[in-house]
């Protein structure tokens, strides 16, 4: 079992950043995917954006395109999510996904909060 720990969340004005972070409890190069969903409070869970192994290729909600960058970091078995130009409509819990052929991980979720 692998373990994912979002972190990076918290309160920010419109128009602001973030950048959240999620660090696997083992080696990142085992997932053949890994990815960034959102839930809003009376949402579905969506996919925000997600990278395949290796990191090259990427896909992004459309919400997303050119504000939010992910990006890995094979090293520090970590994955990330920069946020730029953040909207109140981007507010929502945030959580990180890893999958190999046999299973999917997810983390605990991390809280934004885009308000004035």
């Known amino acids: 079992q692998v373990q994912l720990v979002e972190s990076g969340g918290g309160l920010v004005q419109p128009g602001g950043s973030l950048r959240l972070s999620c660090a696997a409890s083992?080696?990142?190069?085992?997932?053949?995917?890994m990815g960034w969903y959102r839930q809003a409070p009376g949402k579905q869970r969506e996919l925000v954006a997600a990278?395949?192994?290796?990191?090259?290729?990427?896909n992004y909600a459309d919400s997303v395109k050119g504000r939010f960058t992910i990006s890995r970091d094979n090293a520090k078995n970590t994955l990330y999510l920069q946020m730029n130009s953040l909207k109140p409509e981007d507010t929502a819990v945030y959580y990180c996904?890893?999958?190999?052929?046999?299973?999917?991980?997810w983390g605990q979720g991390t809280q934004v909060t885009v308000s004035s």
């Open positions: 996904n890893a999958r190999t052929t046999l299973a999917e991980n």
């Open positions: 083992r080696s990142i190069s085992i997932f053949y995917a």
């Open positions: 990278m395949s192994s290796g990191g090259r290729t990427t």
